[in-house]
């Protein structure tokens, strides 16, 4: 089913659409989407795989495509962008590269609207979103198997794109399929507005969308997961907490969903993950099929390097020398050469020094092995490009969302199941269960660090435990400084791209940019 997917994925195309176009499309196909579906109602398989392809690959005509404008394919992609945007802007990762625009996430300093990896963000969901538009309406008029859960699939899509714009900055442009043939600049949408729309598009497909749609495609446990993040940050989001809502749905997804957890913390980051128990929702990744410098291969090969590491252990044919993981995330394990947990040995430390005096220096910090491209507990043949799925949603990121929601008094949550949880995430990976007594805030931030890191949610996580932005939390680097220094509060939103402010008027520049 993956590589059918995957097949689908690079043979299907919906049209391309400008980055400073959010409505117009340029047709690349003889026939419309709707004479299409009319002469193979089967073809929409193919489509919808083509919409999932945006979050998976830059583009479908090799790694060197991309569906937006980009200096870089891979650095296009949606999962490159969210690891660039999420880890390394936090106290996870950092890169040596000395990019343009990727030092000051590093360093999470100097930001402003000319910034491409913004601007690569805000192109990737803007390009999702009209794909997404012009395939709803086509879809109500034509007669197609489960047409009702397609649709839905494509709304959830849709909604992504539009929770990410929302969580990083904080507002845009709301488009819908209703909007089609509008060439007028539409109105700006502020935060509250994209998230009231997401809510309603979630909420209005939860119990549509099906259970039976196929590995690396959305169903009912994938919108409430969503659900469950989306209200988790909504005091954040909408000014107003919502941790009973968050407890709901990360609670059906725990109680209703089929997953469990892994046996060994690893199987969720090996070459066969797709055979995975815990994950909800991948990214997928082929190293033949769906070959990018922009999904997991940028995570594989990025933290190796054939100077250090002998990479052929990790399936991998390349070591790009590009990114270690700071003492903030690997001291909260402890002595990483005395701690019980597993997960603190997912770092290569010979060679490679504790401190990171010098972002730029490979040597300083450590890698993160955590991800890896040959088979779980095996040594597969090494390929350059990796065909490790990512874990976009897993179940133990369910457990600790129900935690924290437990800890900070949802009404529906109990603390009983919450320390259960949290302890079946520990012991599954050797680390000492904790008691009723060490269950609070803070080490639900220090677990989901320990568990979560490098994938994807540093930033947000921070942000909603108030310790992104000023002083009192301080790691490597933030703030551009060595130890680290406080940085403003209007850093919890990137700048709007100064692109999307050309073309649009309506929109206006975040405050302290």
């Excluded at 689908?8 to 196909?29: Q, R, Y």
């Amino acid at each position: 089913m993956k590589k059918i997917i995957l097949i689908f994925m690079g043979i299907v195309a919906l049209g391309m659409v400008s980055c400073t176009d959010d409505l117009n499309t340029e047709p690349k196909v003889e026939l419309s989407l709707e004479q299409l579906l009319a002469q193979d109602p089967n073809a929409v398989e193919g489509i919808l795989s083509r919409l999932y392809a945006s979050y998976a690959l830059s583009g479908t005509n090799g790694p060197g495509s991309s569906d937006i404008t980009s200096p870089d394919a891979g650095e296009g992609a949606f999962l490159r962008a969210i690891i660039n945007l999420q880890d390394f802007t936090s106290d996870s990762m950092k890169n040596r590269w000395g990019d343009d625009g990727l030092d000051q996430l590093t360093t999470t300093s100097n930001w402003d609207s000319n910034n491409k990896f913004f601007r690569l963000f805000y192109d990737r969901a803007y390009y999702t979103i009209p794909q997404c538009n012009n395939l709803i309406p086509v879809l109500d008029n034509v007669d197609i198997p489960n047409k009702e859960g397609i649709k839905s699939e494509v709304r959830f899509l849709r909604a992504l794109a539009y929770y990410n714009i929302m969580d990083t900055f904080g507002k845009g442009v709301l488009v819908t399929e209703d909007d089609l043939g509008v060439t007028t600049p539409l109105p700006e949408a502020s935060r509250l507005d994209l998230f009231n729309y997401v809510e309603s598009e979630l909420l209005a497909i939860e119990s549509t969308i099906g259970n039976n749609n196929g590995y690396g495609r959305a169903n009912t446990y994938v919108v409430d997961m969503l659900l469950s993040k989306l209200y988790l940050n909504a005091q954040v989001y909408s000014g107003t907490a919502r941790w009973d809502d968050a407890s709901t749905y990360a609670n059906k997804v725990i109680t209703e969903g089929p997953y469990m957890l892994t046996t060994n913390f690893l199987e969720n980051f090996s070459g066969d993950n797709d055979m995975s128990s815990e994950i909800i929702f991948p990214l997928l990744a082929d190293p033949i099929e769906s070959q990018s410098f922009g999904n997991t291969t940028y995570i594989v090969n990025g933290n190796l390097s054939p100077d250090t590491i002998t990479i052929s252990d990790f399936g991998a044919a390349e070591g790009w020398q590009g990114h270690r993981a700071t003492k903030a995330w690997y001291g909260l394990y402890g002595d990483l050469a005395t701690t019980n947990d597993d997960r603190a040995e997912l770092f290569w430390t010979n060679g490679h020094n504790y401190e990171m005096n010098d972002y730029t220096v490979w040597t300083d910090g450590y890698p993160s092995i955590k991800f890896r491209n040959n088979n779980f507990g095996e040594i597969t043949p090494p390929t350059s490009f990796s065909g490790t799925d990512f874990p976009f949603y897993r179940l133990a990121d369910a457990y600790l969302m129900y935690a924290e929601c437990a800890v900070r008094g949802a009404s529906n949550a109990n603390m009983s199941d919450a320390l259960s949880y949290v302890n079946q995430v520990r012991t599954r990976s050797n680390a000492d269960p904790i008691t009723m007594g060490d269950l609070d805030l803070d080490f639900i931030i220090d677990e989901r660090g320990r568990e979560l890191n490098l994938e994807g949610q540093r930033r947000t996580d921070l942000i909603r435990f108030g310790k992104f932005t000023g002083g009192s939390y301080l790691w490597p680097w933030k703030g551009g400084t060595v130890s680290g220094t406080s940085i403003p509060d209007t850093y919890r939103l990137f700048p709007i791209p100064q692109t999307a402010l050309e073309v649009n008027p309506n929109l206006q520049q975040n405050p302290g940019y």
